[in-house]
Protein backbone atom coordinates (compact mmCIF):
# COMPACT_ATOMS: atom_id res chain seq x y z
CA UNK A 1 0.00 0.00 0.00
CA UNK A 2 1.38 3.19 -0.69
CA UNK A 3 0.88 5.48 2.42
CA UNK A 4 2.06 8.51 0.62
CA UNK A 5 -0.31 8.24 -2.43
CA UNK A 6 -1.82 11.78 -4.08
CA UNK A 7 -5.27 12.81 -2.57
CA UNK A 8 -8.03 13.53 -4.54
CA UNK A 9 -10.35 16.48 -2.74
CA UNK A 10 -13.42 16.92 -4.79
CA UNK A 11 -12.18 17.83 -8.52
CA UNK A 12 -8.53 18.91 -6.89
CA UNK A 13 -5.70 16.32 -7.13
CA UNK A 14 -2.94 17.40 -4.49
CA UNK A 15 0.33 16.21 -5.32
CA UNK A 16 0.70 13.27 -2.40
CA UNK A 17 -1.48 13.31 1.22
CA UNK A 18 0.45 16.25 3.16
CA UNK A 19 -1.43 18.88 4.61
CA UNK A 20 0.14 22.30 6.02
CA UNK A 21 -2.72 22.39 9.03
CA UNK A 22 -4.18 26.64 10.05
CA UNK A 23 -2.16 27.95 12.67
CA UNK A 24 -3.89 31.32 13.46
CA UNK A 25 -0.86 34.17 13.78
CA UNK A 26 1.74 31.51 11.88
CA UNK A 27 0.49 30.03 8.91
CA UNK A 28 0.57 33.74 6.68
CA UNK A 29 1.57 33.75 3.56
CA UNK A 30 5.61 33.93 3.96
CA UNK A 31 5.12 30.66 6.03
CA UNK A 32 3.23 29.17 3.33
CA UNK A 33 5.52 30.71 0.95
CA UNK A 34 8.44 29.03 2.81
CA UNK A 35 6.88 25.62 3.54
CA UNK A 36 6.06 25.21 -0.48
CA UNK A 37 9.95 26.20 -1.06
CA UNK A 38 11.10 23.30 0.55
CA UNK A 39 8.62 21.23 -0.81
CA UNK A 40 6.40 17.47 0.05
CA UNK A 41 3.74 19.62 0.99
CA UNK A 42 0.64 18.82 -1.04
CA UNK A 43 -2.26 22.07 0.07
CA UNK A 44 -1.78 24.95 2.82
CA UNK A 45 -5.03 25.89 4.60
CA UNK A 46 -4.63 30.09 5.49
CA UNK A 47 -5.35 30.89 9.27
CA UNK A 48 -9.22 31.36 10.40
CA UNK A 49 -10.63 34.04 8.75
CA UNK A 50 -14.27 35.41 9.89
CA UNK A 51 -16.81 35.07 6.99
CA UNK A 52 -18.67 38.40 8.35
CA UNK A 53 -15.43 40.14 8.11
CA UNK A 54 -14.56 38.95 4.84
CA UNK A 55 -17.92 39.82 3.74
CA UNK A 56 -17.01 43.93 5.09
CA UNK A 57 -13.84 43.37 2.73
CA UNK A 58 -12.38 44.39 6.34
CA UNK A 59 -8.49 44.90 5.56
CA UNK A 60 -7.24 42.15 7.99
CA UNK A 61 -9.59 39.95 6.86
CA UNK A 62 -7.95 40.55 3.30
CA UNK A 63 -4.73 40.24 4.19
CA UNK A 64 -5.20 36.68 5.64
CA UNK A 65 -6.68 35.49 2.51
CA UNK A 66 -3.35 37.48 0.33
CA UNK A 67 -1.73 35.20 -1.93
CA UNK A 68 0.26 34.62 -5.01
CA UNK A 69 0.30 31.83 -7.58
CA UNK A 70 3.41 29.99 -6.04
CA UNK A 71 0.84 29.99 -3.04
CA UNK A 72 -0.61 27.25 -4.31
CA UNK A 73 -3.46 24.83 -4.36
CA UNK A 74 -4.46 26.91 -1.15
CA UNK A 75 -7.70 26.33 1.06
CA UNK A 76 -9.15 29.30 2.99
CA UNK A 77 -10.44 28.19 6.05
CA UNK A 78 -13.86 30.36 6.77
CA UNK A 79 -15.49 30.65 10.33
CA UNK A 80 -18.58 31.73 10.96
CA UNK A 81 -22.20 31.38 12.14
CA UNK A 82 -24.40 32.78 9.81
CA UNK A 83 -25.64 30.52 6.65
CA UNK A 84 -25.52 33.67 4.12
CA UNK A 85 -22.22 34.98 5.34
CA UNK A 86 -20.48 31.52 5.12
CA UNK A 87 -22.25 31.59 1.70
CA UNK A 88 -20.94 35.16 0.46
CA UNK A 89 -17.54 34.69 1.94
CA UNK A 90 -17.00 31.05 -0.01
CA UNK A 91 -17.89 32.69 -3.11
CA UNK A 92 -15.62 35.87 -2.36
CA UNK A 93 -12.76 33.60 -1.24
CA UNK A 94 -13.35 31.50 -4.33
CA UNK A 95 -13.49 34.24 -6.86
CA UNK A 96 -9.57 35.17 -5.41
CA UNK A 97 -8.60 32.25 -6.91
CA UNK A 98 -9.13 29.62 -3.07
CA UNK A 99 -8.67 25.92 -4.55
CA UNK A 100 -10.65 24.96 -1.82
CA UNK A 101 -12.41 26.33 0.85
CA UNK A 102 -12.75 24.85 4.62
CA UNK A 103 -15.03 25.17 7.96
CA UNK A 104 -13.83 25.66 11.09
CA UNK A 105 -15.97 23.37 13.43
CA UNK A 106 -13.93 24.26 16.54
CA UNK A 107 -14.83 27.51 18.14
CA UNK A 108 -16.47 27.40 21.27
CA UNK A 109 -17.00 31.08 22.14
CA UNK A 110 -20.22 31.83 23.62
CA UNK A 111 -21.43 34.32 21.19
CA UNK A 112 -20.70 32.41 17.75
CA UNK A 113 -21.97 28.96 19.31
CA UNK A 114 -25.12 30.51 20.74
CA UNK A 115 -26.44 31.02 17.17
CA UNK A 116 -24.79 27.68 15.69
CA UNK A 117 -21.69 28.19 14.93
CA UNK A 118 -17.87 27.09 16.01
CA UNK A 119 -18.08 24.24 18.15
CA UNK A 120 -21.89 23.99 18.32
CA UNK A 121 -21.65 22.59 15.17
CA UNK A 122 -20.30 19.21 16.29
CA UNK A 123 -23.35 18.85 18.50
CA UNK A 124 -25.87 20.35 15.79
CA UNK A 125 -25.58 17.73 12.93
CA UNK A 126 -28.70 18.47 11.04
CA UNK A 127 -28.07 22.44 11.00
CA UNK A 128 -24.36 21.75 10.06
CA UNK A 129 -24.85 19.63 7.27
CA UNK A 130 -27.49 22.43 6.06
CA UNK A 131 -24.61 25.32 5.99
CA UNK A 132 -22.34 22.68 4.51
CA UNK A 133 -24.91 22.25 1.96
CA UNK A 134 -25.64 25.22 1.19
CA UNK A 135 -21.98 26.08 0.78
CA UNK A 136 -21.71 23.55 -1.75
CA UNK A 137 -24.39 24.28 -3.83
CA UNK A 138 -22.75 28.21 -4.09
CA UNK A 139 -19.25 27.68 -5.58
CA UNK A 140 -17.24 25.05 -7.77
CA UNK A 141 -14.29 24.31 -5.55
CA UNK A 142 -14.65 21.50 -3.14
CA UNK A 143 -15.83 22.25 0.20
CA UNK A 144 -14.22 20.50 3.57
CA UNK A 145 -14.70 20.19 7.30
CA UNK A 146 -12.25 20.85 10.44
CA UNK A 147 -13.82 19.11 13.72
CA UNK A 148 -12.25 17.90 16.73
CA UNK A 149 -13.45 14.05 17.36
CA UNK A 150 -16.63 16.38 19.75
CA UNK A 151 -17.06 18.63 22.39
CA UNK A 152 -15.77 15.63 25.48
CA UNK A 153 -15.30 12.17 25.88
CA UNK A 154 -19.07 11.36 26.27
CA UNK A 155 -19.90 13.23 23.29
CA UNK A 156 -17.82 12.06 20.13
CA UNK A 157 -19.64 13.19 17.73
CA UNK A 158 -17.26 13.63 14.86
CA UNK A 159 -17.79 10.07 13.62
CA UNK A 160 -21.42 10.69 12.78
CA UNK A 161 -20.96 14.46 11.98
CA UNK A 162 -18.26 13.74 9.58
CA UNK A 163 -20.42 10.65 7.64
CA UNK A 164 -23.58 13.72 7.69
CA UNK A 165 -21.04 16.29 5.72
CA UNK A 166 -19.74 13.89 3.21
CA UNK A 167 -23.57 13.26 2.95
CA UNK A 168 -24.53 17.09 2.63
CA UNK A 169 -21.29 17.49 -0.12
CA UNK A 170 -18.05 18.12 2.41
CA UNK A 171 -15.19 16.84 -0.02
CA UNK A 172 -12.97 15.75 2.61
CA UNK A 173 -13.27 15.83 6.73
CA UNK A 174 -10.12 16.37 8.42
CA UNK A 175 -10.43 15.58 11.98
CA UNK A 176 -7.94 16.73 15.20
CA UNK A 177 -7.55 13.53 17.03
CA UNK A 178 -8.64 15.24 20.73
CA UNK A 179 -11.74 16.61 21.97
CA UNK A 180 -12.74 20.07 22.55
CA UNK A 181 -12.60 19.47 26.54
CA UNK A 182 -8.80 18.14 25.99
CA UNK A 183 -7.47 21.53 24.59
CA UNK A 184 -4.05 20.15 23.80
CA UNK A 185 -3.47 18.04 26.68
CA UNK A 186 -3.00 13.88 26.22
CA UNK A 187 -1.65 12.85 23.09
CA UNK A 188 -3.63 12.29 19.98
CA UNK A 189 -6.51 9.62 19.91
CA UNK A 190 -5.56 7.40 17.04
CA UNK A 191 -8.69 5.08 17.54
CA UNK A 192 -10.99 7.84 17.30
CA UNK A 193 -9.91 8.89 14.22
CA UNK A 194 -10.44 5.44 12.75
CA UNK A 195 -13.76 5.76 13.85
CA UNK A 196 -14.23 8.87 12.23
CA UNK A 197 -12.72 7.06 8.58
CA UNK A 198 -15.00 3.91 9.58
CA UNK A 199 -18.06 6.07 9.47
CA UNK A 200 -17.41 7.82 6.66
CA UNK A 201 -16.81 4.56 4.83
CA UNK A 202 -14.83 5.77 1.58
CA UNK A 203 -17.63 8.34 0.95
CA UNK A 204 -14.75 11.13 0.83
CA UNK A 205 -11.04 11.06 1.90
CA UNK A 206 -10.48 11.76 5.86
CA UNK A 207 -7.10 13.39 7.28
CA UNK A 208 -6.25 12.99 10.01
CA UNK A 209 -4.13 15.74 12.20
CA UNK A 210 -2.62 15.82 15.98
CA UNK A 211 1.15 15.44 16.95
CA UNK A 212 2.69 14.30 13.77
CA UNK A 213 6.16 15.78 13.91
CA UNK A 214 7.71 13.02 11.92
CA UNK A 215 7.85 10.70 9.43
CA UNK A 216 7.59 7.57 11.28
CA UNK A 217 4.78 9.73 13.03
CA UNK A 218 3.08 10.60 10.23
CA UNK A 219 3.20 6.65 8.96
CA UNK A 220 1.76 5.38 11.95
CA UNK A 221 -1.31 7.63 11.89
CA UNK A 222 -1.82 6.92 7.87
CA UNK A 223 -1.58 2.92 8.88
CA UNK A 224 -3.31 2.73 12.48
CA UNK A 225 -6.55 4.89 11.18
CA UNK A 226 -6.70 4.24 7.44
CA UNK A 227 -6.95 8.40 7.11
CA UNK A 228 -6.24 8.81 3.52
CA UNK A 229 -3.77 12.21 4.26
CA UNK A 230 -2.59 14.28 7.33
CA UNK A 231 -2.58 18.00 8.31
CA UNK A 232 0.39 19.07 10.43
CA UNK A 233 0.66 22.10 12.12
CA UNK A 234 3.19 22.25 14.77
CA UNK A 235 5.21 20.04 13.37
CA UNK A 236 5.55 21.46 10.36
CA UNK A 237 6.67 25.16 12.24
CA UNK A 238 8.96 22.93 14.32
CA UNK A 239 10.58 21.71 11.41
CA UNK A 240 9.36 22.93 7.99
CA UNK A 241 11.37 20.27 6.34
CA UNK A 242 8.88 17.86 7.82
CA UNK A 243 6.85 17.57 5.14
CA UNK A 244 9.64 16.70 2.34
CA UNK A 245 11.22 14.22 4.28
CA UNK A 246 7.95 12.56 5.64
CA UNK A 247 7.24 12.06 1.53
CA UNK A 248 10.36 10.36 0.97
CA UNK A 249 9.81 8.49 3.75
CA UNK A 250 6.14 7.16 2.77
CA UNK A 251 7.55 6.63 -0.76
CA UNK A 252 10.63 5.01 0.20
CA UNK A 253 10.76 3.97 3.71
CA UNK A 254 14.29 5.95 3.99
CA UNK A 255 14.44 8.39 6.64
CA UNK A 256 16.32 11.30 4.89
CA UNK A 257 19.16 13.41 7.33
CA UNK A 258 17.45 16.22 9.04
CA UNK A 259 18.23 19.24 7.49
CA UNK A 260 21.46 21.15 8.39
CA UNK A 261 22.21 24.12 10.24
CA UNK A 262 23.44 25.99 7.16
CA UNK A 263 19.95 24.80 5.46
CA UNK A 264 18.30 26.18 8.62
CA UNK A 265 19.69 29.68 8.09
CA UNK A 266 18.91 29.85 4.49
CA UNK A 267 15.66 29.59 4.60
CA UNK A 268 15.53 31.18 8.12
CA UNK A 269 16.24 34.27 6.20
CA UNK A 270 14.43 33.21 3.41
CA UNK A 271 11.35 33.66 5.83
CA UNK A 272 12.72 36.58 7.45
CA UNK A 273 13.01 38.54 3.58
CA UNK A 274 9.32 37.23 3.01
CA UNK A 275 7.79 38.88 6.32
CA UNK A 276 9.99 41.93 5.64
CA UNK A 277 8.21 41.61 1.62
CA UNK A 278 4.68 41.01 2.79
CA UNK A 279 3.94 43.04 5.89
CA UNK A 280 6.79 45.77 5.27
CA UNK A 281 10.04 45.86 7.25
CA UNK A 282 9.14 47.29 10.80
CA UNK A 283 5.91 44.72 11.24
CA UNK A 284 7.69 42.15 9.07
CA UNK A 285 10.41 42.01 11.84
CA UNK A 286 8.14 42.08 14.93
CA UNK A 287 6.61 39.30 13.41
CA UNK A 288 9.70 37.31 13.09
CA UNK A 289 10.41 37.65 16.23
CA UNK A 290 8.37 34.87 17.17
CA UNK A 291 9.36 32.56 14.49
CA UNK A 292 13.09 32.65 14.80
CA UNK A 293 13.07 30.98 18.11
CA UNK A 294 11.09 27.88 16.37
CA UNK A 295 13.96 27.47 13.93
CA UNK A 296 16.66 28.11 16.87
CA UNK A 297 15.96 24.87 18.72
CA UNK A 298 17.31 22.92 16.54
CA UNK A 299 20.33 24.94 16.00
CA UNK A 300 21.98 23.16 19.51
CA UNK A 301 22.89 26.15 21.63
CA UNK A 302 20.79 29.34 21.01
CA UNK A 303 20.48 31.57 23.78
CA UNK A 304 22.95 34.29 21.99
CA UNK A 305 20.49 33.92 19.26
CA UNK A 306 16.75 33.86 21.14
CA UNK A 307 18.18 37.18 22.72
CA UNK A 308 18.71 38.86 20.29
CA UNK A 309 16.39 38.10 17.66
CA UNK A 310 13.10 38.45 19.50
CA UNK A 311 13.88 42.08 19.63
CA UNK A 312 15.18 42.73 16.22
CA UNK A 313 13.70 45.93 14.58
CA UNK A 314 15.24 45.69 11.27
CA UNK A 315 16.41 43.12 8.12
CA UNK A 316 20.01 44.43 8.62
CA UNK A 317 20.60 43.89 12.49
CA UNK A 318 19.62 40.22 11.63
CA UNK A 319 22.72 39.83 9.42
CA UNK A 320 24.33 41.18 12.59
CA UNK A 321 22.67 39.23 14.95
CA UNK A 322 23.59 36.21 12.83
CA UNK A 323 27.05 37.05 12.28
CA UNK A 324 27.52 37.26 15.60
CA UNK A 325 25.56 34.02 16.81
CA UNK A 326 27.44 32.12 14.16
CA UNK A 327 31.00 32.76 15.79
CA UNK A 328 29.26 32.38 19.43
CA UNK A 329 28.32 28.91 18.41
CA UNK A 330 31.73 27.95 16.88
CA UNK A 331 32.93 26.71 20.42
CA UNK A 332 30.51 23.94 20.16
CA UNK A 333 31.61 22.14 17.45
CA UNK A 334 33.75 19.73 17.07
CA UNK A 335 37.27 20.13 15.18
CA UNK A 336 35.51 20.18 11.69
CA UNK A 337 33.58 23.31 12.46
CA UNK A 338 30.30 21.62 11.23
CA UNK A 339 28.94 19.44 13.47
CA UNK A 340 27.80 20.52 16.86
CA UNK A 341 29.48 18.13 19.58
CA UNK A 342 27.18 15.59 20.53
CA UNK A 343 26.58 16.85 24.18
CA UNK A 344 25.09 20.12 23.13
CA UNK A 345 23.67 18.38 19.72
CA UNK A 346 19.47 18.41 20.21
CA UNK A 347 17.88 14.96 20.48
CA UNK A 348 16.59 13.41 17.55
CA UNK A 349 12.96 15.40 16.40
CA UNK A 350 10.63 13.62 18.76
CA UNK A 351 7.03 12.20 18.36
CA UNK A 352 5.45 14.69 21.67
CA UNK A 353 4.44 18.14 22.46
CA UNK A 354 4.34 19.68 25.38
CA UNK A 355 3.62 23.05 26.95
CA UNK A 356 7.42 24.30 27.54
CA UNK A 357 7.12 28.01 26.96
CA UNK A 358 8.74 29.00 23.81
CA UNK A 359 12.38 29.81 23.64
CA UNK A 360 12.74 28.44 27.32
CA UNK A 361 14.72 25.50 26.22
CA UNK A 362 17.96 27.84 25.20
CA UNK A 363 20.58 25.27 24.14
CA UNK A 364 23.50 25.81 25.81
CA UNK A 365 22.83 23.78 28.41
CA UNK A 366 22.88 20.56 27.33
CA UNK A 367 19.92 18.66 29.51
CA UNK A 368 18.05 21.34 28.31
CA UNK A 369 19.00 21.34 24.69
CA UNK A 370 18.24 17.19 24.24
CA UNK A 371 14.82 18.06 24.90
CA UNK A 372 12.55 16.97 22.18
CA UNK A 373 9.32 18.50 23.34
CA UNK A 374 7.20 20.84 21.37
CA UNK A 375 5.66 23.37 22.56
CA UNK A 376 2.10 25.11 21.83
CA UNK A 377 2.84 28.27 20.48
CA UNK A 378 1.12 31.04 21.91
CA UNK A 379 -2.34 32.16 20.09
CA UNK A 380 -5.92 31.75 20.61
CA UNK A 381 -5.65 28.21 20.99
CA UNK A 382 -9.48 28.43 22.49
CA UNK A 383 -10.83 28.62 19.10
CA UNK A 384 -10.12 25.01 18.18
C1 LIG B 1 -1.46 28.59 17.72
C2 LIG B 1 -2.47 27.71 17.07
C3 LIG B 1 -3.34 28.23 16.14
C4 LIG B 1 -4.31 27.42 15.51
N1 LIG B 1 -5.15 27.97 14.61
C5 LIG B 1 -6.12 27.20 14.01
C6 LIG B 1 -7.03 27.77 13.05
O1 LIG B 1 -6.98 28.94 12.70
N2 LIG B 1 -7.97 26.94 12.54
C7 LIG B 1 -8.08 25.62 12.90
O2 LIG B 1 -8.94 24.91 12.39
N3 LIG B 1 -7.21 25.08 13.76
C8 LIG B 1 -6.23 25.82 14.33
N4 LIG B 1 -5.34 25.27 15.20
C9 LIG B 1 -5.36 23.80 15.38
C10 LIG B 1 -4.39 23.12 14.39
O3 LIG B 1 -4.80 23.31 13.06
C11 LIG B 1 -4.29 21.60 14.66
O4 LIG B 1 -5.58 21.05 14.57
C12 LIG B 1 -3.71 21.30 16.03
O5 LIG B 1 -2.62 22.13 16.33
C13 LIG B 1 -3.24 19.84 16.09
O6 LIG B 1 -2.33 19.58 15.04
P1 LIG B 1 -0.73 19.60 15.26
O7 LIG B 1 -0.45 18.70 16.44
O8 LIG B 1 -0.17 19.09 13.97
O9 LIG B 1 -0.35 21.03 15.54
C14 LIG B 1 -4.38 26.05 15.83
C15 LIG B 1 -3.48 25.51 16.75
C16 LIG B 1 -2.53 26.31 17.38
C17 LIG B 1 -1.57 25.69 18.34
Given at each position: ?181 QGFDGTVNLPGIRAVVEAVGGLV ?29 RGAFYDPWFFARTRAYLATGTLP ?128
Amino acid sequence: MNLGADLQIGSVRLDGNLILAPLAGYTNLPFRLVIREVGGVGLCVTDLVNARSLVERNPKALQLIASRPEDRPLSVQLFGSVPEEMVEAAKFVEQQGAALIDINMGCPVRKVCKVGGGSAMMTETARTAALVAGMVNAVRVPVTCKMRLGWDDDNLTAPELARALAEAGAAAIMVHGRTRAQGFDGTVNLPGIRAVVEAVGGLVPVIGNGDVTTPQAAKTMLAETGCAGIAVGRGAFYDPWFFARTRAYLATGTLPPEATFAERVRVLTRHLDYMVEVFGEAHGCRLFRKVAPWYARRFGPCSFFNKRVVRLNNRAEFDTILAEYVAWRAPFLEADGVTLQPKYAPAPLGENFSRAPLGSDVGENPAAANRTAIPVPSGPQEWW
